[in-house]
């Protein structure tokens, strides 16, 4: 009897990515930036869609969009990869710059992505639990790094999602010693602190930054990556991307907002400020309720809270329009910095979840 064909074991049971569906009032649940693009550059954009000539393929080499990112960073174009989002290099990384069986050192916990795209590329993943105060002791990441000798180590700096990271001088001891393996530094919320080494990035001859322009920029929707590393590593990953893997729409876009350095670092600086607020407004109820929770100061655009009750606080702010990110096995809940007024809205609301239940209980 003929077989029927059937799916392979590693993706049998998979299952799609399903973000938090429905609408609701304020969303703090993606880190993603708070502000729209103001009406000046949608007034450019419409000027581009205007004149676009959408029958011809984009730009291989997405060269204006290079060329503004380059020059908004201080890099050279020539060490600069862009995809279709980070998610698109990161697939790459795990799929074309290794082999099967390579060994993959992901930090825990982290962005999930990284071991999922290397389970789909057949990687051995080594996970390195991180200490209990959620943070990496960078001379252990390297003995586990090396003792294991690891093709690729990668994380996020800052990390997503706890929003602590490493300082510049620790990422350049693990590059530097580490000198056999491949560093992913994603410094996807780097923009928010100031601890980059992506002007150094090309200086080593293994190592990977990459940036997005879904957080600090604020373009999460016209799904923009970037790599920055040596020429060597540069000509290899252009070698493997698709020729034509981003859309002509989001490269002229992404030129748009790269451009704007006065906007960029205005609602960068926006955002890190109404962070601390956010943080601030937190700690303070947190001690104004003596609350056995710990809440961690951040190094990016978000702040992680582990407490008992954040399923609970989850469930509360969804039911008043309010979505914040729940990380069920952490136990701990992840609250985006949003505009001034969507963070006082949480802040209300979070007082009134404690007052409401953790009060009443503890009576």
Aim: a neutral charge; glycine letters at 4%.
């Amino acid at each position: 009897m003929k077989m029927s064909y059937r799916l392979c074991d590693k993706v049998v049971e998979l299952e799609p990515y399903e973000p938090i569906s429905g609408t609701y009032k304020i969303r703090l649940d993606a880190n993603e930036s708070g502000f729209n693009l103001p009406e000046e550059i949608k007034a450019g954009i419409k000027t581009i869609v205007d004149n676009m000539s959408f029958n011809r393929y984009p730009d291989p080499t997405a060269k204006k969009l290079t060329a503004a990112f380059a020059d908004y960073y201080g890099l050279d174009p020539e060490n600069i990869t862009v995809t279709n989002g980070s998610d698109e290099m990161l697939y790459l990384l795990a799929s074309a710059m290794l082999s099967r069986g390579s060994r993959v050192v992901v930090t825990d916990p982290d962005f999930s992505m990284y071991s999922f795209y290397s389970f789909l590329s057949e990687n051995e993943i080594l996970s390195y639990k991180k200490n209990k105060d959620l943070e990496i002791e960078i001379d252990e990441l390297i003995r586990y790094v090396n003792d294991n000798k690891a093709d690729m180590v990668i994380f996020s700096n800052p990390c997503n999602p706890t929003g602590r990271g490493i300082t510049a001088e620790q990422a350049r001891k693990l590059v530097k010693e580490c000198s056999e393996t491949l560093v992913v530094l994603d410094e996807a919320y780097m923009d928010f602190w100031n601890e980059s080494i992506l002007k150094e990035a090309d200086k080593y001859n293994n190592l990977i930054v990459l940036k997005t322009a879904s957080k600090a920029v604020g373009a999460a929707g016209i799904r923009l990556g970037f790599a920055v590393s040596n020429p060597t590593i540069t000509k290899a990953l252009r070698a493997v991307k698709s020729p034509y893997n981003v859309n002509s729409l989001s490269q002229e876009i992404g030129t748009c907002i790269y451009s704007d350095k006065k906007l960029l670092e205005s609602r960068r600086d926006e955002i890190v400020k109404q962070t601390k607020v956010l943080y601030s407004g937190l700690r303070k109820i947190a001690d104004n309720y003596k609350l056995p929770i710990k809440i961690y100061e951040p190094c990016a655009n978000f702040i992680f809270v582990e407490t008992d009750n954040a399923g609970k606080i989850y469930e509360f702010m969804l039911e008043n329009s309010v979505a914040v990110r729940y990380f069920r096995n952490a136990g701990a809940i992840r609250i985006s910095c949003g505009t001034k007024e969507e963070n006082i809205e949480f802040l209300v609301l979070f007082e009134k979840y404690i007052q409401k239940n953790i009060l009443k209980t503890n009576r």
